[in-house]
């Protein structure tokens, strides 16, 4: 966990130093031998146990290599670092900025050691039918996305000369508008079934990429072009946190009452990254009822009492669950 530099009182460092004590406990006892620093002695039980990243052995030992976290998956023992780059795997729900329009392809900034590419071979057109992409195509990219564009992806996979290549083909993915982008370390973003998340109370899209960029919009609702024919039968309309592509409808000005609830939003994930909490929307929506419940003005979250309270909110929290257990 990070130190926060803020103006505490007396009074609230010592409240929140009894929470962050509490918390460590809780880890500990949770936890015990996962947290190592640089030359720590990892304890390996098994004979012919697999030592991997973050390991180095030492005749009858084996010694951490760097800060981290040590995983165990059957006999493999290694140190998953924490507080780096963003580590791309296949599958990912990504938000990007477009930084670069070439031939062909966007260029994008997501938070990795490489530039992520997005060809125009790899996503739905504006028309939604699906054929080939031909000159004409290709002049008009600047119609669908042009540089400091937010978007949202999907990571497809690695290319033989490494770089990343990204794929948005659903409806979900695409250009994202009225909202806010927030960056926070990549490791506070778990990797999940469900990133896309629609909080309807508050009638605000949230999607939690895995390479620590996060966008907190105005939901939109997005007609999927496959089932429309189903849809207009039977069932109501189908809502994604996306943006559909090329979309006719003119964008309106997003309402106060929704602009407040997404600096609320983003407010909270911003006081989870400076304590070093886990971003969940479940903590995040817990949070925002906080704020609410004591009546804090929007800019008050970021004040030094906020941050004490979450401390120990999220102490009483983990101390329950060890109860249950």
């Known amino acids: 966990m990070r130190g926060v530099q803020l103006p505490f009182s007396n009074t609230q460092k010592l409240r929140y130093e009894r929470a962050l004590a509490q918390l460590e406990s809780l880890s500990s006892k949770v936890n015990t031998n996962a947290t ?6 990892i304890p390996v039980d098994e004979d012919g146990a697999l030592k991997g990243h973050g390991t180095l052995d030492m005749g009858k030992n084996v010694v951490a290599t760097v800060c981290g976290v040590v995983e165990r998956v ?39 050691s490489q530039d992520a590419v997005l060809m125009l071979s790899s996503m739905n057109l504006p028309d939604g039918i699906q054929r080939r992409r031909t000159a004409i195509d290709e002049l008009n990219m600047r119609t669908i996305f042009v540089e400091n564009d ?17 794929q948005a083909r659903s409806q979900k993915y695409g250009k994202l508008e009225r909202g ?25 899209d949230l999607i939690l990429g895995c390479n620590g960029f996060i966008w907190i919009g105005e939901h939109v609702e997005v007609k999927d072009a496959m089932v429309e024919d189903q849809v207009n039968k039977s069932d109501p309309p189908n809502t ?16 106060p009452e929704t602009r407040q609830y997404i600096c609320r939003i983003a407010n909270a994930i911003t006081v989870f990254s400076a304590l070093g909490f886990m971003v969940t929307l479940e903590g995040v929506i817990e949070m925002v009822n906080l704020s609410l419940s004591l009546n804090l003005g929007v800019d008050e979250m970021l004040k030094a009492e906020f941050h004490v309270q979450v401390a120990e909110k999220e102490a009483e929290r983990r101390s329950t669950l060890t109860k249950r257990r």
């Open 180 to 204: 806010r982008l927030l960056t926070i370390p990549p490791y506070l973003v778990k990797r999940r079934k469900q990133h896309f998340h629609h909080l309807d109370q508050y009638g605000v």
């Open 74 to 112: 059957n006999k493999l023992v290694y140190v998953r670092s924490l507080r780096a780059r963003y580590k791309p795997e296949i599958g990912d729900i990504i938000v990007g900025r477009v930084i670069e329009v070439a031939p062909k392809r966007w260029r994008l900034e997501i938070n990795f």
């Open 240 to 255: 994604h946190s996306g943006n559909l592509l090329g979309s006719s409808e003119e964008p309106t000005s997003t309402p």
């Open 150 to 166: 937010v978007i949202c992806a999907e990571v497809r996979g690695f290319q033989h000369d490494g770089s990343l290549h990204l």
């Open 36 to 41: 190592v620093i640089v030359a720590d002695t």
